[in-house]
């Protein structure tokens, strides 16, 4: 899905966008780990945002993530039912209410897996991520052998790379946007802290070392497959793209593997962002701002068992309404974007608020200085500059932005109607 959105707004030049990401998005992660060492808080960015700046802040902040991570799974669930009709039921691949039931039945054992407890998740995402790593570096190096070769639907130039293949500011900014919801989804760990045994260093070190796998994947992964099929292939395939590309780089069965890894791979994604969305959802309602039975947790454990069912029902929800539209390429494209833009705006405020933090101890050392200051603050302007530049060159259309700034817009009402009608405390906290 990510694949089709990149090659349509930026040409064959997405790794572009995905290398541009990387250095914010690091400096962004170590914000997140300085943070996470100073107050391990489930919420992460919503209490760190409030603590430091301001509770109305801290709430839009944590009313973004949510969105993010509800909407997400819409992206993910689509492309999960997708990928099992192509392996089992072909005939049925774009049928819209099979897509919807198969979907909705891996929502469902995802959130019963969460719901086991964070072992039972790690498990399956170590045996997931081992697999899927090692069979899409395969395929991608048959893929860069047969671009090399002449055997795809474009042949390599380097003029790929200038301003006139991404298509300028406007396709750049379309790419880094979708690049920036590629990536995202690192900061998973963090939302897990109060559940993890070393909660003060370890979700900070994998928030890093998640940023830096995405970016090597990323990279490869997008130079090699993307000149595989045509672009009006590759748009017509938006839901399962590497289905079709390994139909065309490899031979009968083993086609039928890279649509097994695209699945598991989904479905790991869509477990994080379960679990990332229930956690968020838990810390919020300890504060009164989100459903008080959000708080009700597992004996064992601690999972937060009502929030996981909670937002597993509004993830069936959020598909039926995706699904609804007449094309599936337009509303993943659509979501794509819009997530992207929503989570440069909480990036961004995280990466502030860390800076803001640590200012005091920002000439204790040279360590200090680069993490606690020019890093964080690399974040800062860079999602300050996607924000601003993606609005002036057109890379966002109405929808995205109705459905992404429009979101962030219902959140500062709910806030308010929170504060000023329900006099909820945590908005008096300054």
Same mark, same amino acid.
């Given at each position: ?364 050392? !040279?360590?200090?200085? /680069?993490? *606690?200051?020019? @890093?964080? %603050? &690399? $974040? #800062? ?6 924000? +601003? ?6 890379? !966002?259309?109405?929808? /995205?932005? *109705?459905?992404? @700034?429009? %979101? &962030? $817009? #219902? ?6 109607? +929170? ?12």
């Amino acid at each position: 899905m990510s694949l089709a959105g990149l090659v349509a707004v930026s040409g064959y030049g997405g790794v572009i966008p995905i290398l541009i990401c990387f250095v914010p998005m690091i400096g962004i992660a170590i914000a997140y780990q300085r943070l996470n060492r100073w107050d391990q808080s489930a919420g992460a960015t919503y209490t760190w945002v409030a603590r430091v700046f301001h509770p109305y802040l801290g709430f839009l902040s944590g009313w973004m993530i949510l969105l993010y991570y509800t909407l997400g799974t819409t992206t993910l669930t689509i492309p999960a039912g997708i990928y099992t009709l192509e392996l089992w039921a072909p005939a049925y691949v774009d049928h819209h209410g099979a897509i919807f039931a198969v979907g909705a039945l891996w929502n469902l054992l995802i959130t019963a897996i969460a719901i086991l407890g964070l072992r039972a998740v790690a498990r399956v995402e170590w045996l997931i991520v081992i697999f899927e790593y090692a069979v899409l570096l395969i395929v991608a190096a048959v893929a860069i052998a047969a671009l090399f070769h002449g055997h795809t639907a474009a042949t390599f130039s380097w003029q790929w790379f200038s301003w006139d293949g991404m298509g300028h500011m406007k396709g750049l900014m379309g790419g880094i946007l979708i690049a920036c919801f590629m990536y995202s989804g690192w900061d998973a760990a963090v939302y897990v802290n109060e559940e993890t045994e070393d909660r003060v260093n370890s979700p900070g070190r994998a928030a890093l070392a998640s940023v830096v796998m995405l970016a090597l994947m990323y990279s490869i992964t997008t130079f090699a497959f993307q000149g595989v099929l045509s672009p009006a292939d590759l748009q017509a395939h938006a839901g399962n793209a590497l289905s079709a590309i390994g139909i065309r780089l490899l031979h009968k069965p083993w086609d039928a593997v890279v649509a097994l890894v695209v699945l598991t791979g989904t479905l790991a994604s869509l477990q994080s962002a379960v679990v990332a969305s229930s956690r968020m959802g838990f810390a919020m309602s300890r504060d009164r701002v989100m459903p008080q039975f959000f708080q009700r947790r597992a004996a064992q454990g601690g999972t937060p068992w009502a929030a996981t069912l909670t937002m597993c029902a509004l993830n069936l929800i959020l598909l039926a309404l995706a699904l609804s539209t007449g094309s599936i390429a337009l509303a993943l494209s659509n979501a794509a974007s819009s997530l992207g833009l929503i989570s440069i705006v909480f990036y961004g405020l995280t990466a502030a608020a860390a800076f803001w933090q640590q200012r005091a101890t920002l000439t204790s050392s !040279v360590g200090d200085l /680069v993490c *606690g200051g020019v @890093l964080p %603050s &690399i $974040g #800062v302007l860079f999602s300050a500059w996607v924000l +601003l530049e993606s609005l002036y060159s057109g890379a !966002v259309t109405p929808v /995205v932005l *109705g459905y992404g @700034l429009g %979101s &962030i $817009g #219902v959140g500062a009402v709910v806030a308010i109607f +929170l504060h000023r009608v329900l006099a909820v405390q945590f908005f008096e906290r300054i």
